[in-house]
C-alpha cells in the first residue's frame, strides 16, 4: 500500500473555509495513493478552544461534505481527520471521518479521550464510546485521536477488533514531542501493527505544533518521518507483514490479564 500523510498547517491567518479549500487540493495531489490521513482538528485548530463553538458543523456539514468530494475526485480511501461536530442536542465532539474511493463515508469516531484536565476539550466536549475500525481492501484500520495515544487499552481494544493498522490523527505540542514518537513507537510493539500517525505544523491557541508526523511496522521501526513545517510523508508498506509478525513472535498469543475471564462449570 501507499499511504500519504498530509501534515497540513494551521494557523491563525487562515480561513476555516481556505484550510478546507487547500486540504482539498493537496488530497488532490495524492492520486494514486491508497490512503491519505489529515490531522486532528485542521480546520480550526486542536487547541483553539474559543473558536470551537462557532466553528462546530453537523456531521454532514461543510467539512464532510468537501472532504467526501476530495476522496472521490483523487481516487483514495481517506481519513480526514477530525473536526468540531455540534450533533443534534447540541453537543460538541471532536469528530473524525473516513470516506471511501467512491466519496462515501465509511465511518466516524468520536475522540474518547478527551485533553485538558479541567479546561479546554475536556470540558467543552462530549466523549465518544465506541471503538471503530473500518475494513480496507489490504488492511483494517483501528481510529484513534491524540491523546488517546497514551491509553494503551483502546488500542487492545482496536487490535481485538481486527485492526492492523493504527490511524493516530493529532494536534500534538511540540513542547511534548518526545512522548508522540515514543508513544507512537510503543503502541506499534505492543500490538504488532502499523501505526500512521500524523500531526500537524503551525502555531495555534499560542501553542506550537510538533509536527514529525510517522509510520512505524509492527517491530516497532520508522519507516518515515517529517519535520517540523507542513508536509506530505508518503511511504509504502506491506500489510501482511502484520500476519507475519504475530506468526513470527506470537506474543499476543500470551497475554493473560484483560481478557474475558474463563466460563465455569454449574
Given at each position: 500500500?501507499?499511504?500519504?500523510l498530509?501534515?497540513i ?21 495524492q ?13 480550526v ?25 476530495a476522496?472521490?475526485e ?11 461536530e455540534?450533533a ?53 484500520l ?9 491509553f ?53 491557541g499560542?501553542?506550537?505544533?510538533a ?9 516497532g ?6 519535520g ?8 509504502e508498506f ?9 506468526e ?19
Amino acid at each position: 500500500m501507499r499511504a500519504s500523510l498530509i501534515q497540513i498547517a494551521v494557523n491563525p491567518d487562515e480561513s476555516v473555509n481556505s484550510r478546507r479549500q487547500r486540504a482539498a487540493s493537496l488530497i488532490a495531489d495524492q492520486r494514486g495513493a491508497d490512503l491519505v490521513v489529515l490531522p486532528e482538528l485542521w480546520p480550526v485548530g486542536a487547541f483553539a478552544y474559543t473558536s470551537f463553538a462557532e466553528e462546530a458543523e453537523p456531521l454532514q456539514g461543510p467539512t464532510h461534505d468537501i472532504m467526501a468530494k476530495a476522496a472521490a475526485e483523487a481516487g483514495v480511501w481517506l481519513h480526514a481527520g477530525s473536526f468540531v461536530e455540534r450533533a443534534a442536542d447540541g453537543t460538541l465532539y471532536n469528530t473524525a471521518l473516513v470516506f471511501t474511493p467512491e466519496g462515501e463515508r465509511a465511518a466516524a469516531y468520536r475522540k474518547v479521550h478527551r485533553f485538558g484536565f479541567d479546561k479546554g476539550e475536556a470540558v467543552m466536549m462530549g466523549a465518544g464510546e465506541e471503538l471503530v475500525t473500518v475494513a480496507l481492501p489490504e488492511t483494517t484500520l483501528g481510529l484513534a485521536t491524540c491523546y488517546d495515544l497514551r491509553f494503551p487499552e483502546m488500542f487492545r481494544g482496536l487490535v481485538d477488533a481486527g485492526a492492523e493498522t493504527l490511524i493516530v490523527a493529532a494536534g500534538w505540542p511540540e513542547r511534548r514531542r518526545a512522548h508522540w514518537t515514543l508513544l507512537a513507537r510503543a503502541r506499534a510493539v505492543e500490538n504488532q501493527s502499523y501505526v500512521l500517525a500524523v500531526g500537524t505544523a503551525g502555531t495555534h491557541g499560542g501553542i506550537q505544533q510538533a509536527g514529525h508526523s510517522i509510520v512505524i511496522d509492527p517491530w516497532g521501526e520508522v519507516l518515515a518521518e517529517a519535520g517540523a513545517d507542513e508536509e506530505v510523508l508518503s511511504v509504502e508498506f506491506d500489510p501482511s507483514k502484520v500476519a507475519a509478525t504475530r506468526e513470527q513472535f506470537p506474543a499476543l498469543k500470551d497475554r493473560r490479564l484483560g481478557l474475558a475471564p474463563p466460563e465455569t462449570g454449574e
